[in-house]
C-alpha cells in the first residue's frame, strides 16, 4: 500500500487513498519524527490498519510511533462494537504493561543522603528480569483471584487501600467471566512473577520534581517544586506474553471468525462476535488484572522500603499514588464517530487513555483537572506528568503517547554503545544506577530514544495532553 503521508499542520500528518485504505492514517509528528519513522516499516504498519475490516474514523500514531508486532507502537485504532475485530497484535504481548507514579512528601535534599540505600534496595527487593518474583506465597487460588478481580484481591489481602484504586486506570480491575481463556501455561508463568519488573525498558526511577508547567494542577495532585517521587514501569510479565502467544497461534489455524490481513501476517484478527475473540478479550482482561496486581505489589514494597528507611507511615497522605495508567489494551469505549457517539472497541498499542475533564466517566479527583498521563522518557533527561487536554476526542480518540519512543532498534544501539560509556554518562549526570545486565543498560542508553521534549511539544502543541511537571531522574534500576 504505496501512499503518501501529506503534512496537514506543524503538528500532524495525513494520508488516505479510497482504492485502498477504509480510514484516513494521522501521524502526530514534527517533521524530524516523520523522518525517523521513514526509516522502519512504522508507517506502513499504520497504513496496513486502515485496510481492516470494521475500522472506523481513523487510525492514529502518536510522535512515539516506531515499528512493532502488527500495530506500530504509538499506533491507535477503532473497530465498530457489532461489525469490527478485536486484534492481538494490536495489544501486543505485554499486556496492560503500565506506569505508577508515586508522590513521597521529601525533597531532593532531603533524600540526597539515603539515596544509594533506597537505589539498592529497590533494585534488592524488587526483582528484575526474567523469571524473577518478589512475592513468593502466591498459590494457584490466588493467582486465579488475581486475574478474576485485579486489585480487589490486592485490597483483600491488605497490599494497596480502596483511594489507591480510585487513582488506577478502571480501578485495577477489569471483568472476567472465567480464566479458563488464560491457559495453564500462562498461569503458571505468572505464579512466579508477580511484584517484579520485566526486561528491556521497563524500570524502577527515583526522580525529582525539576519543573511545574500546570501549578493549579499540580497542587491537586499534591506535587511540588523539588519533591522526590518514584516511577514504575512494568506489566503482565510471562503471564500476558503467553496469552498474546497462546491466541496469535489459535488464530493462526484460521478457526472461526478469524480474519486474515491481505498484506500483513501479524495483524491476524478475530470479528469481534466470534467465541475466539470473546475468549482473548477474557485472557486479555485476565492478565490485565494481574499486570494491575503486580504493580499494586510494588507500591506496596516502595512504601515497606520508604518506612524502613525514611520512617513514612503507611497512611501519611503525603506519600501517595498519583496515578496508574496502562497502555497495551483493547477496550470498549464510547468514541464520537462521523458526528455521532458510537460503541467501539479501541486498541491503544504504545499509547494510553487521556480522557480530558470533559469525560464523564473520570473520578472525582481528575473532574477539574482531567486524567493524568504519564510519559516516561530515556533513563537520563526526563519524564512528564501531563492530563487530557479538552478537545482531544475528536483528535486522538481522548489518547496520548506512552514514552518517547525508541530512535534506534535494541541491536542497533547495542553496536553503537557500549556499557562504560552508558554508565559513565549516567554517573557524571549524578544519576545512582542499578541494572540486570549490562546488555540491557545498553540497549536502553539514552541515545537510542527520540528526544523526550520534542515528543511533548508535539503532544502539547496537537493539544492531546498538557504538561503539569517534568521529572528529573536521581536513581534508576533497568530491567
Known amino acids: 500500500m504505496q501512499v503518501e503521508f501529506r503534512k496537514m499542520d506543524d503538528y500532524r500528518f495525513a494520508a488516505f487513498d479510497q482504492s485502498t485504505m477504509n480510514v484516513p492514517a494521522e501521524v502526530f509528528a514534527s517533521d524530524l519524527m516523520m523522518e525517523s519513522a521513514r526509516r522502519d516499516n512504522s508507517l506502513q504498519q499504520l497504513l496496513n490498519l486502515t485496510a481492516l475490516p470494521g475500522i472506523v474514523g481513523k487510525a492514529v500514531a502518536m510522535p512515539d510511533i516506531h515499528q512493532g508486532y502488527g500495530f506500530p507502537i504509538g499506533g491507535i485504532a477503532l473497530f465498530d462494537s457489532d461489525e469490527g475485530l478485536v486484534s492481538p497484535g494490536g495489544v501486543g504481548y505485554d499486556i496492560n504493561c503500565g506506569v505508577i507514579l508515586v508522590k513521597t512528601g521529601f525533597t531532593a535534599k532531603e533524600i540526597h543522603p539515603h539515596l544509594n540505600d533506597l537505589v539498592d534496595s529497590f533494585f534488592r527487593e524488587i526483582p528484575v528480569g526474567f523469571n524473577k518474583a518478589g512475592l513468593h506465597n502466591i498459590t494457584r487460588k490466588d493467582l486465579e483471584e488475581i486475574c478474576s478481580t485485579g486489585v480487589e484481591w490486592s485490597i483483600a489481602k491488605g497490599y494497596c487501600t480502596e483511594e489507591d484504586s480510585i487513582r488506577m486506570e478502571d480501578r485495577g480491575s477489569l471483568a472476567v467471566k472465567t480464566t479458563g481463556s488464560i491457559s495453564e501455561k500462562a498461569k503458571s508463568r505468572g505464579l512466579n512473577q508477580l511484584l517484579s519488573i520485566g526486561s528491556g525498558n521497563h524500570f524502577i526511577e527515583i526522580q525529582r520534581v525539576d519543573n511545574i508547567f500546570d501549578q493549579a494542577a499540580a497542587s491537586k495532585f499534591g506535587l511540588y517544586a523539588d519533591e522526590v517521587t518514584v516511577m514504575v514501569h512494568t506489566g503482565s510479565r510471562g503471564l500476558g506474553h503467553q496469552v498474546a502467544t497462546d491466541y496469535l497461534k489459535t488464530l493462526s489455524a484460521r478457526p472461526e471468525g478469524s480474519i486474515i490481513h491481505p498484506v500483513d501476517s501479524q495483524l491476524i484478527s478475530a470479528h469481534i462476535k466470534s467465541k475466539i475473540a470473546q475468549e482473548y478479550l477474557d485472557a486479555m482482561n485476565g492478565a490485565a488484572n494481574f499486570a494491575f496486581v503486580n504493580r499494586s505489589l510494588i507500591l506496596w514494597k516502595i512504601r515497606q522500603i520508604f518506612s524502613r528507611i525514611l520512617g513514612t507511615r503507611a497512611d501519611d497522605p503525603a506519600f501517595s499514588l498519583v496515578y496508574a495508567l496502562s497502555h497495551n489494551m483493547a477496550k470498549l469505549e464510547e468514541h464520537i464517530i462521523s458526528g455521532r457517539r458510537q460503541n467501539v472497541i479501541i486498541h491503544r498499542k504504545g499509547a494510553t487513555r487521556a480522557f480530558s475533564s470533559e469525560n464523564p466517566t473520570l473520578p472525582s479527583q481528575f473532574a477539574e483537572t482531567g486524567q493524568p498521563v504519564i510519559v516516561p522518557g530515556d533513563m537520563g533527561t526526563a519524564s512528564y506528568l501531563l492530563t487530557g487536554s479538552k478537545g482531544n476526542e475528536l483528535k486522538s480518540f481522548e ?81
Open 399 to 479: 489518547s496520548s503517547c506512552h514514552g518517547a519512543g525508541r530512535m534506534m532498534s535494541r541491536h542497533q544501539a547495542a553496536a553503537k554503545f557500549n556499557y562504560s560509556d552508558v554508565a559513565s554518562d549516567l554517573e557524571a549526570r549524578g544519576i545512582r544506577l542499578k541494572s540486570a545486565t549490562r546488555k540491557g543498560l545498553v540497549e536502553e542508553a539514552p541515545g537510542s530514544y527520540k528526544d523526550i521534549e520534542r515528543i511533548i511539544e508535539v503532544i502539547a502543541g496537537s493539544g492531546i495532553s498538557l504538561p503539569t511537571c517534568r521529572f528529573k531522574p536521581l536513581g534508576v534500576i533497568k530491567g
